[in-house]
């Protein structure tokens, strides 16, 4: 037998909603969830890929990459300067 007074309230039907919208019930320790993906949503069970850009972090990176292959660039270009002027 489970001891009294330690366990959390179970919830037999805890409603639980997705950000694409689906609403399931299951049992839990919480009344209401909210979650960012489920099955209805989610790439593995759906067969669709979508991507999901927060606050710009596609773009962040590929300036990055971009400025990383400049940079490379340049000093790539110097040290051929470099090496012709010691000629």
Do not use: W
Request: aromatic residues 8%; hydrophobic residues 25%.
């Amino acid at each position: 037998m489970a001891k009294k007074d330690i366990h959390p309230k179970y919830y037999e039907k805890t409603k639980i909603k997705c950000a694409c919208g689906a609403e399931f019930n299951f049992g839990a320790t919480k009344d209401k969830m909210e979650v960012e993906i489920c099955s209805a949503c989610h790439p593995l069970y759906t067969g669709k890929q979508k991507f999901l850009d927060a606050a710009g972090r596609m773009e962040k990176f590929k300036k990055r990459v971009e400025k990383s292959e400049k940079m490379k660039k340049e000093a790539k270009e110097k040290t051929k300067t470099k090496t012709k002027k010691e000629k």
